[in-house]
């Protein structure tokens, strides 16, 4: 799981993850894959069997939500706007890293003492501060276009792990745990791009693979808190990985919903519904990738995503790869009859 | 390691300062001042002047702002505040819990997915801030009580001029003391110097308000910077150096004094205008006892008693610089003594 962890810290907001890449290639170096990257950035390993026909694809994106600045002001402080979905009351108080230089520092917040009403702060009234006092210093550790994450440090708690990019970096450890292993037909990993702002990297990726079926890999919402019931949970913790029968884009396929089923209760596998709609996974375009294709979306449940630091069981990450490669071996027998090998 | 990350890596809050305190009293004794732990843990250490005149006593508090556990409730532990929180900085902020063992812990923050339409437009209510540890009920209750101390985690940083971390608020204050410490290992004083690092300050200066023999007192305490969302005539812009309190709750003699040596060796001060005898420190001494002549200095920082405070790290380093002289040159003169005497 230590990967797991140095995948959740890597810098890598949509737009500019190609560290996360980089990461990715280096740990499946020896997994006898082929790389390419696309125009976009993301990163597509094949894994080519003795059988000819299209295999499996996988995705899981490697981009995370996080800010690129928009203004540097006189006093030397920041302003900046959001990448894909952050609720803006999570970011006052919050330690950030910033661009290439990994220059640190802080969403700042008027102290309790001189601020006024219980409104929340809105996002283009907060600025970052680097420690720098006038526009002349910080423009000289920063600049406007530079992307900032959270600078949250990834870590254990008990059997759960705590991160600040679960979504999707669990993903993409699920896909190179999956990578890492013998198979005797294609099976492609795409790593994708750009995800949080609008499913973009999929898009151009599936353009250049082929396959048969499809899995998207997601680190997906999870809300326990006791004062909502009506909509916790989307998915607990610790309670397998989450199928997903329908999402915001897209209706997972239903015979492979049934094969997983089968699978996870054959094998004693424990695994959950996701119970809310909300929010697109890649599954929309990998079935509707060329002619089409049966796919689905599997899920590792994880509390506060798109906040500084989420959680994840890492029983749920080991049982989402146990159903992903059994489900992946009946899929595999079923290929080879068709197209030898 | 910049000294001021070691002390704020530490953990002081409010009632419960035992950690840093350890740390303070062996600087201390490290460098041969006479020693003491009062009653509800001030720390304090004493270097004998030549002369029994005065004994000048500086003061910083170093407790921090912090979190109690209220309530254990299923895997998720609710809290309340020790000293001023605004609870809008708490969503999504990671804490360390302090039960049997230290649990490292998030509160909670709904994802954008589940937020229903204009629930953004309303704090998030204090009934939903509940911090997760990731552990589950069995395990939880099994290492955490209700009572137990919770504190902002925040690993300290350098970025740029400035030092980052949680409890600046007045954890570089203790260290100003420290580096005063280490003056008066190596130089001897006219004044009896007693440095008095308190307890309680957040939650109503009750570490000040405990007896303590001296004539003069010198309180450093945090002071407001210049930022966004703030009224430009109470914060102080931190390139315009230390700030030197005038007010009802302070000596305007001693206070020209002090800002008369600080020109004099090319610190910077400004004023600041205290009116209001708010529940500081400075406040406390004024009126103990027989009441005392006091000097306020603060350092302005920014994101006061929120997860990551910010100060510039020269300021921390002026004070010490100004005190030393201060304890040089300053005249014992006072004007409420009676001739020669001590009290």
Known sequence: MKFALELSDEFGPSGQEERVAALIKKELSGASLSFVSDPLGSLIAEKIGRSKGPGIILSAHMDEVGFMISHIHEDGTLSFRIIGGIDKRVLPGKTVVIGDGRVKGVIMVPPVHLSKGDDPYEAEDLRMFIGAGCLEEAS??????????????????????????????????????????????????????????????????????????????????SYEIPAEPEVSPSTWLSKGPAITAMDRASIGSPSLKKLLEEVAKKGNIPFQYKKTATGGTETKFLQQNRTGMQAICLSVPVRYIHSPAGICSEDDVKNTVLLLEKTMRLLEAKLKKVYGG | MEPLQDILKKTSVSGHEGELGSFIMESFK?????????????????????????????????????????????????????????????????????????????????????????????????????????????????????????????????????????????RAGALVLLKLAEFLRDHEV????????????????????????????????????????????????????????????????????????????????????????????????????GGHEVIGISYPMYNMHAPCEAVKSSLVDNMADMLMHFIIESSDAGRHKTEGGTR
């Open chain 1, 140 to 221: 000289e550790r920063v600049g406007v276009g530079d992307c900032a994450v959270f600078a949250t440090k990834a870590c254990r708690t008990g059997e759960r792990l705590m991160g600040k990019a679960w979504d999707d970096r669990i993903g993409c450890f699920v896909l190179t745990e999956i990578l890492k292993k013998n198979w005797d037909i294609n099976i492609t990993g795409i790593f994708t791009v750009q995800e949080e702002v609008g499913l973009r990297g999929i898009q151009t990726a599936l353009h250049h693979v082929k396959g048969e079926f499809g899995f998207a890999v997601e680190g997906t919402t």
């Open chain 2, 190 to 289: 006219r004044d009896t110097v007693v440095l008095r690092t308190t307890v309680m300050e957040e939650t109503g200066g009750r570490g000040a308000a405990m007896e303590e023999d001296f004539d003069i007192a010198v309180v450093i305490d945090a002071t407001f910077a210049k930022q966004q969302g703030t009224k430009d005539d109470c914060v102080f812009n931190p390139d315009d150096g230390i700030t030197l309190s005038y007010g009802p709750n302070y000596s305007r003699r001693l206070t020209k004094e002090i800002e008369e040596i600080a020109k004099k060796h090319g610190i910077k001060t400004q004023r600041e205008v205290e009116e209001s005898v708010r529940g500081t420190n400075a406040f406390r001494y004024a009126v103990l006892s």
């Open chain 2, 30 to 170: 490290k460098c041969r001042l006479k020693t003491e732990t009062s009653k509800c843990g001030n720390i304090i250490g004493v270097k004998k002047g030549s002369s029994d005149k005065r004994k000048v006593l500086i003061d910083a508090h170093y407790d921090q702002v912090g979190l109690i556990v209220k309530k254990i409730d299923g895997p998720f532990l609710r809290i309340k505040n020790i000293g001023g929180i605004d609870y809008r900085v708490l969503p999504g902020s990671e804490v360390r819990v302090y039960g049997k063992k230290v649990l490292r812990g998030i509160f909670a923050a709904k994802p954008p997915h589940l937020l229903r339409k204009g629930e953004t437009d309303k704090a998030i209510s204090s009934d939903d801030l509940l911090v997760d540890t990731g552990l589950d009920e069995k395990e939880l209750k099994d290492n955490v009580s209700p009572g137990d101390i919770v504190a902002y985690n925040v690993e300290p940083f350098t970025s740029g001029k400035y030092t980052f971390g949680s409890g600046i608020d007045n």
